[in-house]
C-alpha cells in the first residue's frame, strides 16, 4: 500500500450496477460479463485511457460505511466534458487522499480477496464516498480507496 494524492477529479462513463455487499457475489461478476459482452469500453467516445475503472459509489451510507447499498459504475476515464451513451451513467471520484493496494498483475481472481483484506483494516480513516479498481492492458490492477 502506498498513500497517493488524487489532485483533480476523475470523471468515468460506463455502466451501473445497484447492489450490495450481501448480494455482491452474485450480483458483480454478471455485471463484468455484461460490460465484457456488450463491449462497454468502446462505446465510451472520448475515453482518456483504455484503462477500466470500476468505481464503488453512492454508498447510502457515505461518509461513515460500506453497509447497505451502493452504486459500481464500470467504465472509463473521461473529459468532465464529455457526453454520455445512452444506457449509461456518469460518476465523479473527487479529488482527495487515497490509499492504493497493488494487487498482482493479471490475477482479477485476486481482487475479492484483496477487498476483504482492506476492509478488515481499521487503521485506514476511510471516507466511503468513492473507492476505484483501475485496470491497465499490462495487467496492472490497482484498487485506490479515498482517506
Not at 9 to 23: C, D, F, K, P, Q
Not at 103 to 114: F, I, N
Request: net charge negative.
Amino acid at each position: 500500500m502506498y498513500m497517493e494524492p488524487l489532485t483533480q477529479a476523475i470523471h468515468v462513463v460506463g455502466i451501473e450496477l445497484r447492489t450490495s455487499n450481501l448480494e455482491a457475489m452474485q450480483t458483480i461478476p454478471p455485471h463484468w460479463q455484461r460490460f465484457s459482452a456488450e463491449g462497454v469500453l468502446g462505446q465510451i467516445t472520448g475515453r482518456l485511457s483504455d484503462e477500466v475503472y470500476a468505481v464503488y459509489t453512492h454508498f447510502e451510507n457515505a461518509g461513515s460505511n460500506n453497509q447497505g447499498l451502493y452504486s459500481l459504475v464500470i467504465g472509463a476515464a473521461v473529459p468532465a466534458s464529455a457526453c454520455v451513451p445512452p444506457g449509461m451513467v456518469r460518476v465523479v471520484v473527487p479529488a482527495s487522499k487515497r490509499a492504493v493496494f497493488a494487487v498482482e498483475p493479471g490475477r482479477q481472481d485476486l481482487v475479492g480477496p484483496k477487498w476483504m483484506e482492506i476492509w478488515a483494516r481499521t487503521d485506514l480513516p476511510k471516507t466511503y464516498i468513492a473507492e476505484f479498481e483501475r485496470y491497465s492492458p499490462d495487467g496492472t490492477i490497482q484498487i485506490s480507496i479515498g482517506l
